[in-house]
């Protein structure tokens, strides 16, 4: 635990105003804290609630600091907390520089960062960038008139035809992406819901506002931002028609190629501006980067290195089956791509992890074999609040318990993202503990066995091996600088690889099968002639000397001994 009780001692100095906050720290390798922090996503109205009206807050998270420590996190994501009409759940920002009620106030915020500053835990916003809500000042004013200042911080347009919209642009969330305003008779732009109307980031008025916002939180204590929708700040502006694909999409919509409204090449300029500023404040950069092939991926780190230090790679968690030869395609080209890996396998808008890698049957085992995966490569992971102790997707049975607007919209096929956001499971009692009212959205009956209480208490469960696995992340030299070298690349059902540093290693040993496997690993080609291998952390796995036995779904992590 060295690491951590230097990154502590660091904010403590930081905090004592020994250290001013300009202070870049890199270790022998030359990388900087967030290259070895674990990243934890924080969904805030889910998480703990401090009052008990059933949604979670900010004095709700201060007072988990202890099991985030605990636990192994350096830094929170917290999805946003501003001002918001919630339409979308925080990401309409009807104002970016206070906090919603519902989650507290600046104080609780700077309460917060000081918990956090004592326990090592960074704290990361959420910056919804392309967006603002349809109640925030610029866009009321915006829409109050043809000539109003901020009229030209959003996207108008008139109509191609009467009643027609200006081009066959579709929302992501539904229906066209154009609203008309009948009191300037224009349409404007909106990628997501007609309340988040799209910023004109070609207008230097709003790159200026919206580069200050982020000065602004981090003289406030934040150590970064995780950018929402990043791919979506620029369109076409001479608003060519998108090609139509064929077939229909969830809502009834005709499919079409966001060809000429996402990734412009525009937005990278964006980028280098926005990384310049976190760089006067030493802040990481987390991208909400969907891409569909590693060269966009690449793009996204700067031609330079000057744009995202840590964009998320989503195409991990498109491989939705255990396909030992998926993964090692995927690691490898992020592992290869020239800059950070950053691992992710659930988030707030997809299925959890839980339900999507699990068999229905091996459910708990898969959880931890995905964690002995994502948390041992070369990378930094960011965790979904929940992942660790196996918590489910509880998706709404009936239409009129649906939160989420596109799961009314898109009913049935589309139930929304309810089931992914639902109150985090601190203890078997009355809401899984999370709070002493009905919550936002029920909890599914599996917190009876999965909640952090239980867990806690058995050392075979999901808790327990995310605990074992994330102090060996911040405490074994390979695992934190060493290379990622895959193993035995033709084997069908065992993903295997080894991390090496200085003469030492690592080995990491994952049945993704149903079967039994039996592996003698020979690793003198990597320099490791005659090595036995000294268990770490393994769950349904045993070493001998350099063989190998996993159980179904088994997953080993081993010391290389010469
Ligand atoms: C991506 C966020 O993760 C999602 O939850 C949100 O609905 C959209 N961006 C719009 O901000």
């Given at each position: 635990m060295l690491k951590r009780a230097l990154t502590s001692l660091f904010f403590f100095l930081l905090s004592a105003g020994l250290c001013a906050s300009q202070t870049s720290s890199r270790d022998a390798e030359g990388h900087e804290w967030w290259q070895h922090a674990v990243f934890y996503e924080i969904y805030p109205r889910s998480f703990a609630d401090s009052n008990n009206d059933g949604v979670g807050d900010l004095q709700g998270i201060t007072s988990k600091m202890d099991y985030l420590h605990d636990l192994g996190v350096d830094a929170i994501w917290i999805t946003p907390c501003f001002p918001s009409p919630q339409i979308d759940f925080g990401y309409d920002v009807s104002d970016y520089e206070n906090i919603d009620p519902m989650y507290g106030t600046l104080a609780d915020f700077d309460r917060m960062v000081e918990e956090g500053r004592k326990k090592g835990v960074h704290i990361i916003l959420d910056f919804v960038l392309n967006h603002t809500s349809d109640q925030h000042a610029w866009f009321k004013d915006s829409a109050s008139s043809r000539t109003a200042p901020h009229r030209d911080w959003y996207i108008w347009r008139d109509g191609r035809a009467p009643s027609q919209p200006p081009n066959n642009w579709i929302s992501i969330f539904g229906g066209s992406a154009w609203k008309i305003d009948d009191k300037t008779g224009q349409y404007y732009y909106h990628f997501?819901?007609?309340e988040q109307p799209d910023l004109n980031w070609r207008n230097p008025a709003v790159e200026k506002a919206m580069f200050d916002v982020t000065r602004w939180w981090y003289r406030r204590g934040v150590s970064g931002f995780r950018l929402?929708?990043?791919?979506?700040?620029?369109?076409d502006p001479e608003l060519h028609d998108n090609p139509t694909l064929p077939g229909a999409n969830k809502y009834g919509d005709p499919n079409l190629e966001n060809k000429y409204n996402t990734n412009l090449p525009e937005l990278h300029d964006v980028l280098r501006q926005l990384r310049s500023v976190a760089d006067e404040s030493h802040a990481v950069l987390i991208g909400e980067t969907w891409t569909s092939n590693i060269e966009q991926l690449k793009a996204y780190y700067g031609a330079?290195?000057?744009?995202?230090?840590m964009p998320m790679d989503f195409m991990f968690t498109t491989i939705n089956k255990l396909d030992p030869a998926e993964f090692r395609r995927q690691a490898a080209a992020v592992d290869s791509a020239g800059g950070w890996p950053v691992y992710v396998i659930g988030n707030h808008d997809m299925v959890r992890s839980y339900n999507r890698y699990g068999d229905g049957f091996h459910n708990d085992q898969i959880a931890k074999l995905m964690a002995a995966f994502y948390l041992t490569l070369r990378g930094t992971p960011v965790m979904y609040y929940g992942e660790e102790i196996g918590m489910e997707n509880n998706d709404p049975q009936r239409k009129e318990d649906v939160k989420d607007p596109i799961g009314k919209l898109g009913w049935p096929t589309e139930k929304g993202r309810d089931g992914e956001r639902?109150?985090?499971?601190?203890?078997?009692e009355l809401n899984a503990g999370f709070s002493?009212?009905?919550?936002w959205l029920p909890v599914p009956a599996s917190y009876a066995t999965h909640n952090v209480e239980t867990d806690l208490k058995d050392p075979g469960s999901i808790l327990n091996f995310y605990k074992r696995i994330l102090a060996l992340r911040h405490t074994n030299p390979a695992l934190i600088e060493g290379a990622y070298i895959p193993l035995?690349?033709?084997?069908?059902?065992v993903l295997s690889y080894l991390r090496a540093y200085k003469g030492k290693a690592v080995l990491v040993a994952l049945n993704m099968s149903s079967g039994a496997q039996k592996i003698t690993f020979d690793l003198a080609q990597q320099g490791f002639s005659g090595a036995k291998l000294k268990p770490l952390a393994a769950s349904e796995a045993e070493a001998v000397d350099s063989r190998v036995s996993l159980q179904p779904f088994g997953a080993f992590v081993g010391e290389v001994v010469k």
């Open positions: 997501f819901y007609p929402d929708a990043v791919d979506t700040l620029f369109e330079r290195s000057d744009e995202l230090q639902t109150p985090m499971q601190w203890k078997n002493k009212s009905a919550p035995n690349q033709d084997d069908p059902n």
